[in-house]
């Protein structure tokens, strides 16, 4: 059975960093995508980025140059670190994972089945 979970979360003035890391267990993810997704209080769950098994990665626009995926295959592990954060990247950020992902790495969210419960990141001004 395939379990994300994520960690990482918390509070940050605008300007710091945060590394999100989103823990898979249940399967071997050698030849899964997974993503990072977000969702802002009162808005829908939108990509931020993902990562392939052969390393392609994928962002969104507003994560190009502040976010960076990456995956620890050995430790079944998918980072996310954020820097520059603002405080309109206060959201809860999910990770989600598939193995039915073809190609560039998708930021759709109808792209995963497997999805964590997410992890809360606060920015403030």
């Known amino acids: 059975q395939v379990q994300l979970v994520e960690s990482g979360g918390g509070s940050v003035p605008s300007g710091g960093s945060l590394t999100l890391s989103c823990a898979r267990t249940g399967y071997s993810f050698r030849q899964y995508y997974t993503g990072w997704f977000r969702q802002i209080q009162g808005k829908e769950r939108e990509g931020v980025a993902a990562i392939g098994p052969d390393g392609l990665t994928t962002y969104a626009d507003f994560a190009e140059g502040r976010f960076t995926i990456s995956e620890d295959n050995v430790k079944n592990i998918v980072y996310l670190h954020m820097t520059d954060l603002k405080p309109e990247d206060t959201a809860r950020y999910f990770c989600?994972?598939?193995?039915?992902?073809?190609?560039?790495?998708?930021?759709?969210?109808?792209?995963?089945?497997?999805w964590g419960q997410g992890t809360l990141v606060t920015v403030s001004s």
């Open positions: 989600a994972t598939d193995s039915g992902v073809r190609g560039s790495p998708s930021l759709r969210l109808t792209a995963y089945q497997y």
